[in-house]
Each structure stands twice: as C-alpha cells, then as structure tokens.
C-alpha cells in the first residue's frame, strides 16, 4: 500500500511538473457550475442541526412575520459546513409543509442569471418545462406572476455567488410585486457580501459542530458499516475530533473521517493510529498541523521544539515522507548541531518549502549555537521556499555561502538576521525569483567584494531571472554593492518594495522591465532618480521625515505610469531642463505621461501653493493630464478651491479632498455674476464623484458639476446649506451621503432639479428636522434611504410620522439602528460618530 502510495505521489508531481511549462497556475477554489442541490433530505443522516433548524422555523413562522409583506433570510458558512442541508431540513419540516401555499427549491449556483432563475421557478412550480427553453423576459415575467398569483410562498435560492446588487434588483422587484403577505426567501451562501445585498432579516451564521456531534459524524463515517466500533479507536477517535475541532473547522473533519471511512477494514487494523495520534496528543494541542493521509503523517505545516519529554527535533527523524511546507519554531530550544542532525532533514525529500525559526526576544549577542544548528540543518536541494527568521549567527552556513547548496530556489525570505554583514551569492541560483531582506541591522550592501563568487572590483553582477525584490527595515544598508553600484544589474525584476533603508542612497541603475515600485521612508533616494524608468506602471513614494529643510528634488512621473501615490514630499520641483528634445516632442502631442490615471497625493504640499512659488506648482499638472481618479489627503497648502491645478484635469471622474485643514473651497477669484456654473461648464467635464472628508475649514463647494452622479461630505462643520450651491443643479446625481454636518439645520433650498436620485444616507445631522419640498416628492422613488443620529428627522419616517406616507414603500429603508439594518452598514455608522 505505501508503495502504491508513493507512486501516486510521483505521478502527481509529473503533473504538478507540466502545468508549470503550460503556465497553469492554482487559483482560489469557486463552485463547480455543474454542481446542483435537490430539496429532499435523509433526516437520520443529519447530525446536530435540530438546533438551528427550530430557530429558523420560529422565525419564519413568527405571527409578526405575517404582516411582512416578504421577508429574506441567509445562512452563511464556509463550504461543507451544512448550510444547504439546513435549508433541506426547513424546507421539509412538516409545519412549514402546512404554511406555505407554494415551497420552491432553485439551484443558483455559479450564474445568477434572471432568465434562467425564472425559468427554473417556472419548471419547479408547474413540474413541467412547457417549452419556456427560448421565452424572452417578458413571458418569462408574465408566467412568473401568474404562479405566484400573490400566494404565500416559500423560495430556496441555494448556493448563491452574486454580489452585483442590480442582478438582485431585477429578480427582487418581480418577486416581492407578486408575494403574499408572510412570504420567505431563504438564500444559502458562502459571502456575507451575498447576504448583504439580499437580506431583510438578520443573517444565520452557520456555526460549526460541537464537539459532541463532531464525534457522532466522525464515527459515522469512520465506522459505518462495523458491527462494533472497538473501543480502542473509539478513544482514537474522540482525540482526533477535539484536536481537529480545536485547530480546524467541519469540513477538515469530514475531510479525515471519509479518509478512514475509505480504508479497507483490514487496513484499518493495520493503521498504528496510536502511534501516530496518542503519542503526540500534547504536541497536536499547541501547533496547528493539517493531517493529510492517516496511513502516513505526511503534512506538519508547523513544528514547535520545546525543551519538555517529545518536544525534540529529533522526533522528526522518521517522518520522511513530509511533504508541502513546514515551519521549524522554537529553533533556541535545540541543544546543538548534533541534535538538529538528528532530524534527517536531508532525507526529506518531498518537502518544497521550509522555514528555520528562532523565536527568542530580540538581541545582538552572536550566538555560536546558532550557527552550528544550521550548519547541521541541511536540506535536499529540490528546496524550492526557503525562510530564515531571527537567526542570531554571525554569518550565513557554508552550505548557502560556499556550496549554494539549494540550487532550485525559487523564493528566498531572510528575516531578523542581525548579525548577518554579508550574503551568500545568490545571483548564482538560476531560479530565484522572489527575494525578501527584513531586519538586518548589520547589512551595508546587498553585493559584498568579500566572498569568493565575486570575481574582480570591475565585473558585472546579474540577477538574470530574479522578479521580485523587497528590502525592509535595513538601517544600514549604503548601497547595492561594496565597490561600484552600477555594477549589479536586474534585467527581468518586476516589482521593487525600499523600506525603512534610510542610508540607501540610490535605486538600481538596470531595471529595464521595471513595473511597480515602492520606496517608503528611505530618504536619500531622490524621485529625480525614478523619474526616467522606462516601463513603470505603479509608483508608491511615501516619507514620514521631514524633508522641508533638505536639498531641492526634482520630479516628473515616468511616460508609462498609470498609477501613483506619493506622501510626504515638500521641497519638489518638476523635472525640467533634461532631454529637451524629448519634452519639445512631449509638448507637441498635449502631455509628457500619457497613461497616468490614478493619482493619491498625501502630505504633499508641493503640488499646492498659494505664494510666490505657484508658478512651480503649476508645473507638475501638466503631466496629470488624462487623471481618472485623484485623491488629495492631508495638503494644508490648499485654501482656495483649485481650479488653475485642475484646469487640464478633463478625463477626471473620481476627485476626493480629505483632511486639508485650511481648505475653504472658496474661489480665489470671487466670479460678478449669481451663477458660476454659465462660466465653468468645461471645468471637470466628467467628473462623476465629488467626496471630501474632514475638512474642517469648508464654507463651501463654489462650482456646479453637472455630470456629478456622486456625491459625499463627512465632518466639514463650518459648511451650511448656503454653501452647497451646485445641489441644486444636478440633474444627474443618484446618491447622496452626509455625514456629522452638524451646521445644518435645514436642507438646501431649490432642490427640485434631483430627478435621478436613488439614495440619500443622513448620518450625524442632528440639526435638520424636515425635507424641502422639492426633495419630499423624491422620496418615494428612492430606492435606498438611512436617517441615523438625527432625532427629529428620525421621527418624521417612522410609523406615525409626517413622511411615512412617503418612505414605506422605499425598499431598502434604515431608519434608526433597527434589527434588520447591515452588520457592514452599522460598523460604518459606529466610525462615523466616533469621527473616522
């Protein structure tokens, strides 16, 4: 049998082996579109859902619910955990048999397709296909309507992935137009972004077992079919439960008990699960493993060494046919290079990824153990992942620094190795694509003329096929290479992480194919430097120093760039000057960046200036051009609405303004006439959302946008209705959200122009006490409405209220914290009074 097994190890690696040459590459599981649920249920198969299943009945036939007019209920859970057959268990309950006119069971599956629901709704109810395979929608609708004939149904919609809240619009509308009332619609899903869209009852989250009935389905499956369950595995049994129960979830404990319920019963004599589980009961408790095949342990994905009775590494000798990843923690607790020998770690041959922890408190004491332990720490040299986290020896073993032993490497992490000056070759490893470097206080360059590999002063070190680069928390670090930093070339690097390496002088000279590029808190690197890389496509600069007394940098973002956020910086200038040839080229056909879209600027008051210094300013919106989305946070700078900055910004659709302390929006020169709007109709064009946050010096928002279909403001205290002018032009705007203005105890005037609004969120507004008229005719076509910390306003849309007559009908309706609002839309609420 262990023969067997191997070979089927070695024939999935083949094929592990060929997806990589076809570049198949894992992705995260999704349900299969062939899988399909049924209503009918083996009540004597189902163990310890009688629970939640009475909890779900009572509430589906609470008398209350009978003056709903529908109501929708979601049970969420991971998959496998049984949410489906808790929806079979409801659906097939006896009473809910009696109180439904009309019970439907639909498979939603993968596609949440309004033609195909209906039709399957259609088929379940009439038991026939009556030839609707080509109807288009509007039979469809009208067959729909005609079987629910306002009857009080019940509707299972099991197994749904959809989060676009329109493909739920369309269904909801006709199934809520034609429900009787104490209709239900129960929605099994694995997304709590599913139940957000679709619920107007609070979710069921499915819990996993308890550890009772973890055990009756585990000896179910282990031991169906035994006449007697000897008592031995019995214990067995209850021990893999409460480890499993304790470290993973159902789905891992049905996972292993199929796997014993799978065995031949010979086999399962054959297995010294004593050995295997008993033995290393205390272990299992404190470390997560994952338990593959019970025949072989053949997956520990964490090993912790304690210095107790069976804590040794050593107990690791035997377990040869390891595979996948392994963590080694606990590394001090090692008494010395004979005792990690005595792992076999060479012999492990199946193991792709290792990590060598030391998890000690930080210190710089050069420990000799250390190094002799991974001296002995060999391992084979199919290695493919390789971490080495809080070693404290003085340098590298020579089994990385001389012989590069793990020649296969494809991902190598070095992690608070203090002591560590120098690194191995690793230019040498024909295969590494991924390096990460963190915490290594006493490394000065990444590149050292010390060790052997490196041949003469003058000769040219290349990463031929590394991709990815992330430097962190090196404070010593002074360059790429000891002698000659041109000399250290990346031609295939992808992405380069810099932080917190405040000596670096520099960014490579080589990085041809160069897309993404992350420099944070590393000061000496100047932006003149980034601003000539010649396929850049995302550009994160951030500085928390203060750099207003440093030397003068220069900038201008790459011709590539799409995507830009750059924090902190004051004394920049745009790049000029350089390449005039080019730049004249440039000017000709209208920019310098043809692609940047997305722009963050935090902290930066360089690109904002009120004083002599504007000109130079001005100087960088030249190459922001075609923007989309521009985001500006925390630029004190800013005083007066920016309208000569944003001038050419005629593509833009996203702007935000969030915490300019001194932003007053006003316009720095005040326009003659009543309506700035008849002179600024090219101004922003396109822009589609207007959100400003925090800005506590906002009087007001001068300039009308009139394709705005977005529209927030957060905690501006100082704004009044009077300064919101240009509300009462946009005919496009379809959603609204205030927030914490406490200075307004009244709507603006003249709000008849809104005839696209669909939502209005009122948070924080204590003052206002009623609607306008113009906006009380809007509200009953609204489709989404949230009043919450506003007492009188409240009032008014609830039951009794002046404006009830108006809001019932909304369908999505939040007034106050009530029971069925959002868990999402709740926490949202929470941070905004607490001024997030």
């Known amino acids: 049998m262990s023969n067997k097994l191997i070979k089927v190890l070695g024939k999935i690696d083949e094929i592990v082996t060929e997806m990589g040459k076809f570049n198949l590459v894992p992705r995260d599981p999704t349900p299969s579109i062939d899988r399909e649920t049924y209503s009918f249920v083996e009540k004597s198969e189902v163990i310890g859902r009688d629970a939640e299943k009475e909890m779900i009945i009572n509430e589906l036939l609470d008398p209350q619910r009978e003056r709903d007019h529908i109501s929708v209920l979601a049970i969420i859970g991971?998959?496998?955990?049984?949410?489906?057959?808790?929806?079979?268990?409801?659906?097939?309950?006896?009473?809910?048999?009696?109180?439904?006119?009309?019970?439907?069971?639909?498979?939603?599956?993968?596609?949440?397709?309004?033609?195909?629901?209906?039709?399957?709704?259609?088929?379940?109810?009439?038991?026939?296909?009556?030839?609707?395979?080509?109807?288009?929608?509007?039979?469809?609708?009208?067959?729909?309507?005609?079987?629910?004939?306002?009857?009080?149904?019940?509707?299972?919609?099991?197994?749904?992935?959809?989060?676009?809240?329109?493909?739920?619009?369309?269904?909801?509308?006709?199934?809520?137009?034609?429900?009787?009332?104490?209709?239900?619609?129960?929605?099994?899903?694995?997304?709590?972004?599913?139940?957000?869209?679709?619920?107007?009852?609070?979710?069921?989250?499915?819990?996993?077992?308890?550890?009772?009935?973890?055990?009756?389905?585990?000896?179910?499956?282990?031991?169906?079919?035994?006449?007697?369950?000897?008592?031995?595995?019995?214990?067995?049994?209850?021990?893999?439960?409460?480890?499993?129960?304790?470290?993973?979830?159902?789905?891992?404990?049905?996972?292993?008990?199929?796997?014993?319920?799978?065995?031949?019963?010979?086999?399962?004599?054959m297995i010294n699960l004593r050995h295997l589980f008993l033995d290393n009961c205390g272990r299992l408790q404190r470390m997560p493993i994952g338990l593959g095949q019970l025949k072989y342990l053949q997956t520990l994905t964490k090993y912790v060494v304690y210095s107790g009775r069976g804590g040794s590494i050593g107990e690791l000798n035997n377990l040869n046919l390891l595979c996948g990843h392994i963590s080694l923690s606990g590394l001090e607790n090692v008494r010395d290079g004979k005792d990690a020998q005595s792992m076999n770690l060479a012999a492990k041959t199946n193991l792709c990824s290792l990590e060598l922890k030391w998890d000690r408190i930080d210190n710089k004491e050069v420990t000799t153990n250390d190094q002799a332990i991974i001296e002995a720490l060999i391992p084979h040299q199919k290695m493919k992942y390789f971490i080495i986290n809080g070693y404290n020896g003085f340098g590298f073993p020579k089994w990385m620094m001389e012989d590069i032993n793990v020649r296969n490497l494809k991902r190598l992490k070095l992690k608070k190795c203090i002591n560590c000056a120098e690194l191995p070759a690793l230019w040498q490893l024909p295969l590494l694509e991924n390096l990460f470097l963190e915490r290594m206080e006493s490394l000065r360059y990444i590149v050292s003329g010390m060790g052997k590999h490196v041949k003469g002063s003058q000769s040219l070190i290349t990463y031929s096929v590394l991709k990815i680069l992330e430097i962190k928390n090196l404070?010593?670090?002074?360059?790429?290479?000891?002698?000659?930093?041109?000399?250290?070339?990346?031609?295939?690097?992808?992405?380069?992480?810099?932080?917190?390496?405040?000596?670096?002088?520099?960014?490579?000279?080589?990085?041809?194919?160069?897309?993404?590029?992350?420099?944070?808190?590393?000061?000496?690197?100047?932006?003149?430097?980034?601003?000539?890389?010649?396929?850049?496509?995302?550009?994160?600069?951030?500085?928390?120093?203060?750099?207003?007394?440093?030397?003068?940098?220069?900038?201008?973002?790459?011709?590539?760039?799409?995507?830009?956020?750059?924090?902190?910086?004051?004394?920049?200038?745009?790049?000029?000057?350089?390449?005039?040839?080019?730049?004249?080229?440039?000017?000709?056909?209208?920019?310098?960046?043809?692609?940047?879209?997305?722009?963050?600027?935090?902290?930066?008051?360089?690109?904002?200036?009120?004083?002599?210094?504007?000109?130079?300013?001005?100087?960088?919106?030249?190459?922001?051009?075609?923007?989309?989305?521009?985001?500006?946070?925390?630029?004190?700078?800013?005083?007066?609405?920016p309208e000569e900055e944003f001038r050419s910004l005629k593509f833009l659709k996203e702007l935000r303004f969030q915490s300019c302390l001194n932003f007053r929006g006003s316009l720095q020169v005040a326009v003659s006439v009543s309506s700035p709007c008849e002179h600024r109709e090219d101004f922003l064009p396109h822009l589609k959302s207007l959100w400003i946050k925090n800005c506590r010096e906002l009087v007001e928002i001068p300039i009308c946008f009139k394709s705005l279909t977005d529209l927030e403001i957060w905690h501006c205290h100082k704004l009044s209705p009077e300064g919101v002018t240009l509300l009462t032009t946009l005919s496009e705007l379809k959603r609204i959200i205030i927030v914490g203005l406490t200075n307004w105890g009244s709507w603006p005037d003249n709000m008849e122009h809104l005839p696209s609004l669909e939502q209005l969120h009122i948070l924080g507004c204590p003052r206002i006490r009623s609607f306008p008229k113009g906006l009380q005719e809007r509200l009953s076509s609204l489709q989404f409405l949230a009043i919450t910390a506003c007492p009188a306003l409240e009032s008014c849309c609830t039951v009794g209220g002046n404006y009830w007559h108006l809001v019932s009908r909304i369908p999505e309706l939040h007034i106050g914290i009530e029971v069925n609002e959002r868990q999402s839309f709740s926490k949202r609420l929470l941070n905004c009074i607490r001024g997030r």
Not at 559 to 573: A, D, Q, R
């Open 78 to 269: 991971m998959g496998g955990l049984g949410k489906t057959t808790l929806a079979q268990l409801v659906y097939n309950d006896e009473k809910v048999q009696k109180t439904f006119q009309l019970l439907l069971w639909i498979c939603v599956s993968t596609e949440f397709n309004f033609s195909n629901i209906c039709k399957s709704i259609i088929e379940v109810a009439t038991n026939s296909k009556e030839n609707i395979s080509t109807s288009t929608k509007e039979v469809l609708q009208k067959k729909l309507r005609e079987i629910l004939g306002k009857k009080r149904y019940l509707l299972i919609l099991d197994d749904v992935w959809n989060e676009v809240i329109g493909k739920w619009d369309e269904l909801r509308k006709l199934l809520f137009s034609e429900a009787g009332s104490g209709s239900v619609i129960i929605v099994t899903t694995r997304s709590h972004g599913v139940a957000s869209i679709m619920r107007t009852l609070p979710d069921h989250d499915l819990a996993s077992l308890n550890e009772n009935d973890s055990l009756r389905l585990f000896e179910h499956n282990a031991f169906s079919g035994w006449a007697e369950k000897p008592q031995e595995f019995r214990i067995i049994g209850a021990t893999i439960v409460k480890t499993i129960s304790n470290l993973y979830n159902l789905q891992t404990l049905k996972l292993s008990s199929s796997l014993i319920a799978e065995l031949p019963k010979e086999m399962r004599y």
């Open 475 to 641: 404070p010593n670090l002074e360059n790429w290479r000891e002698e000659n930093s041109d000399l250290v070339d990346f031609p295939n690097l992808n992405k380069l992480v810099i932080s917190n390496c405040g000596k670096l002088k520099s960014i490579p000279v080589c990085m041809p194919i160069l897309a993404s590029l992350e420099v944070c808190n590393s000061c000496e690197i100047k932006l003149r430097n980034i601003s000539n890389l010649p396929m850049l496509l995302n550009l994160i600069a951030i500085n928390t120093v203060d750099n207003s007394c440093s030397e003068p940098d220069a900038f201008r973002p790459p011709k590539t760039l799409e995507t830009m956020k750059i924090h902190g910086f004051e004394n920049v200038n745009p790049l000029e000057g350089e390449e005039e040839e080019e730049e004249e080229e440039d000017q000709l056909i209208g920019c310098q960046t043809k692609s940047l879209r997305n722009l963050n600027i935090e902290k930066s008051n360089c690109f904002f200036s009120c004083g002599p210094t504007k000109v130079v300013a001005l100087g960088f919106w030249k190459y922001f051009e075609p923007l989309e989305y521009l985001n500006i946070f925390a630029c004190d700078a800013i005083v007066f609405w």
